[in-house]
């Protein structure tokens, strides 16, 4: 095993990123600001004015994370030849279409093409690694490296092994986000969706229903949350939350005192709205209403600001938890 | 209607506290911290030490909040009769136990006791106002000020209307509440669970199933969340970060396409655990590993001050809300 007490990229000399859409920009950028060469592959004839844009794009964040982007693309390079691409790389993070029969040809390909010391991990937010990694000739090597978007940003990185992943990859894995500054979370289980987005997808269902229903607008939810669970969970998450919540005895008292009736009369309760077309028409307006005065790309810009400053409150950004030995966050 | 640009406590010079519970306790330290005299009303006989105690614990939260706390209790009154204790004052908060008939006679008292200015206030987290108006001869004086819990340090407090609750009145809770260095939110709607709780339940619904799938720990599901979707709606809740989310279209781009999508797939996948023999095993065992090294009070207090280091950062804390008008958040 690779594990090691405080992992480095030392062993990452040169990355290779195989799709160059936003999370792929995403990954290139803070690697190239980490040191690591990258060599993109896309197939696209634009890709490199693609990547470049969004590289510009994203380096303001990266130089807030505390970040060196004064020449971030003088690691960069392009390959449109997959096979070429992976040859002579320590890592490659794939974030090409959700399509299975398409990545595990990406993966057959790779397979044979990259050294055999190399990293292999896909981004893939839908599709677990046994599904892929049944074309492999050594599953072993494939783990699920799934980021929260955009991976420069946010910290947490999904590991999720298929049945055939090796423990020596998921370490591996595990080590080499942890160098990259990210939050790695080895997941125990394959489950469609991993955990993140089953949680913001369950608690985005009772968000629809109740704007749908009227009890609040959408920028009313968003200030509900922000303002009360959102500040909560960003320094414990609900299990800790609900700990505290429940008096002297935690989590059992809180159960009992709380999680039982939480089961009988809240849970049943729950909607179960649909995006059918009045219910479109009303997030749409509402949508318009509330962040319809400026540009997606303002709004990011303006949302990763307050984020970092934020993480940096709670030294979490790559500068202060590559040091920081008493971070803020309980 | 007596809504103005900038609320202060000037109209709130003596607030009775009905039930001094963690609830009331919480109110009455943020009320004497801010200046407002504060009787306590609650039947218990040791009732004084208990408050007494209470407002020791929250002061050094209060304190890091930037308020003042040199003597808070000079300020402080205690009043076993309830009609006594409501009259002169000028706002009511009552914070009873979760009983209809309860809270009914409660309320019939302060209506006849209290000065007929009064502000009428009920903490209640279930109960809608509508049903403990019914017994009042004047239900448009009555709202429910639904704190997060607690209230001196969580900054949402839901403002929810009951059917006969008039627009004054709910004016006039909204500016306490914003005086008071709260954000409060007016519904639109009454619906069983308000919002907040409402959410917080459609997530830790789906915690506990992961949980007990074993696909992670609590703890790493805490992980999990404070690295992602805490962080993330610490400063932009989920409809606009799906906004953000969904490419330069906005949130109609990301209905089309990734909402139908997890309507689709993730909605009917989403867990139903339920609180059984084998699911409490679990979580209480992970609680233990968990957050056992510690009191639950000394944990509190941890989360407590990383909460309020998050708000400074965002510029949240009563005395920055008061001034700044170019908070960080988005």
Chains 1, 2 share one sequence.
């Not at 480095?8 to 690697?31: F, H, K, N």
């Not at 990259?114 to 599953?139: N, Q």
């Not at 509402?286 to 984020?307: C, H, K, M, P």
Request: with cysteine; net charge negative.
């Amino acid at each position: 095993m690779n594990h090691t007490p405080t992992p480095t990229l030392a062993p990452y000399r040169r990355a290779a990123i195989i799709g160059g859409g936003v999370i792929g920009v995403s990954w290139a950028g803070l690697l190239l600001a980490r040191g690591v060469e990258v060599v993109v592959n896309d197939p696209r004839e634009d890709i490199e004015d693609l990547v470049r844009a969004g590289l510009d794009e994203i380096a303001p964040a990266l130089a807030d994370l505390g970040l060196p982007t004064g020449n971030l693309a003088a690691g960069l390079s392009f390959e449109a030849d997959l096979a070429t691409a992976v040859a002579g790389v320590d890592v490659v993070q794939e974030n090409g279409p959700e399509r299975l029969e398409l990545k595990r040809e990406i993966w057959r390909t790779v397979e044979d093409a990259a050294p055999a010391h190399a990293l292999l991990a896909t981004s893939t937010s839908s599709i677990p690694a046994t599904a892929i990694a049944a074309a492999l000739r050594r599953p072993e090597r494939l783990v699920v490296g799934h980021p929260f978007n955009p991976p420069h940003l946010v910290p947490l990185v999904e590991v999720v092994p298929g049945e055939k992943t090796s423990e020596e990859t998921v370490e591996r894995a595990r080590d080499f986000y942890t160098a990259l500054g990210k939050k790695p979370q080895v997941l125990r289980k394959e489950m469609p969706g991993f955990v993140a987005n089953r949680l913001q997808s369950a608690m985005f269902r009772e968000c629809v229903y109740l704007v749908a229903q009227g009890v609040v607008t959408e920028q009313e939810l968003d200030e509900i949350v922000t303002s009360s669970i959102g500040l909560r969970w960003a320094v414990a998450g609900p299990f800790r939350t609900f700990h505290l919540g429940g008096g002297p005895g935690g989590l059992p008292q809180f159960i009992e005192h709380l999680g039982r009736g939480m089961e009988r009369d809240m849970w049943p309760a729950l909607g179960r709205p649909s995006f059918d077309d009045a219910t479109v028409a009303t997030l749409t307006e509402q949508a318009d209403d509330a962040f319809g005065g400026a540009s997606v790309g303002d709004l990011a810009a303006e949302r990763d600001r307050a984020q970092i400053t934020l993480m940096r409150a709670l030294r979490e950004t790559p500068d202060d938890t590559a040091t920081a030995t008493d971070g803020a966050r309980a």
